[in-house]
Antibody
Framework: QITLKESGPTLVKATQTLTLTCTFS??????????VGWIRQPPGKALEWLAL???????RYRASLRNRLTITKDSSKNQVGLIMTNMDPDDSGTYYC????????????WGQGALVTVSS | SYELTQPRSVSVSPGQTVTIPCSGD??????VSWYQQKTGQTPVLVIY???RRASGIPERFSGSTSGNTATLIISGAQPMDEADYYC??????????FGGGTEVTVL
């Protein structure tokens, strides 16, 4: 059974740095062309892809947020992290981590999501 | 930046067929996935690689692509299909891009 779970603060202040961790089970980065990514969703708005770490240490980022994002990968712990700097109230929303079995296969398993509120 | 366009909402009567379009430049040459998100729930993968149904998804869901448009088709819509549906495209140049979502109402 594949599971993913996000953890991290529920409240951060504007200008601070957000650090989230995704801990997963039921697969590993040795499974194949696996990637684990982060997607966020502001309240009442659409999904927005942020970043993804591939099995081979390649990393991809949303171009418009590239200078604020870092995705980390710890294969030994089955964890992927997201670091987002200079948080703003507009960054509030639910942050999901999700697995992509292969790039063109979509995100087939999702975590429950972590609600993050940025206070001004 | 690359954008995918979806209608904000569509409605369908129970048992009828509804189509949800998703348009983007050269979309036919990218991999398209579709997700269903019910209110307060996590997104669920419905279609991947344009036309392939994800595990556990009913046969009434199907996908197609032609030119710059991908389409999610729900044949014989059920009340349980009420949800927001998001298209998502991938290729090596754009990475992952989601559309704005379409609210489907079954009434």
């Amino acid at each position: 059974q594949i599971t993913l779970k996000e953890s991290g603060p529920t409240l951060v202040k504007a200008t601070q740095t957000l650090t989230l961790t995704c801990t997963f089970s039921g697969f590993s980065f040795n499974t194949g062309e696996v990637g684990v990514g982060w997607i966020r969703q502001p309240p009442g708005k659409a999904l927005e892809w942020l970043a993804l770490a591939y099995w081979d240490d390649d990393r991809r980022y949303r171009a418009s947020l590239r200078n604020r994002l870092t995705i980390t990968k710890d294969s030994s712990k089955n964890q992927v992290g997201l670091i987002m700097t200079n948080m703003d109230p507009d960054d509030s929303g639910t942050y999901y981590c999700a697995r992509a079995y292969s790039s063109g296969w979509g995100f087939d398993h999702w975590g429950q999501g972590a609600l993050v509120t940025v206070s001004s | 930046s690359y954008e995918l366009t979806q209608p904000r909402s569509v409605s369908v009567s129970p048992g009828q067929t509804v189509t949800i379009p998703c348009s983007g430049d050269d979309l036919g040459h990218k991999y398209v996935s579709w997700y269903q998100q019910k209110t307060g729930q996590t997104p669920v993968l419905v279609i991947y690689q344009d036309t392939r149904r994800a595990s556990g998804i009913p046969e009434r869901f199907s996908g197609s692509t032609s030119g710059n448009t991908a389409t999610l088709i729900i044949s014989g819509a059920q009340p349980m299909d009420e949800a927001d549906y998001y298209c998502q495209a991938w290729d090596s140049s754009i990475a992952w891009v989601f559309g704005g979502g379409t609210e489907v109402t079954v009434l």
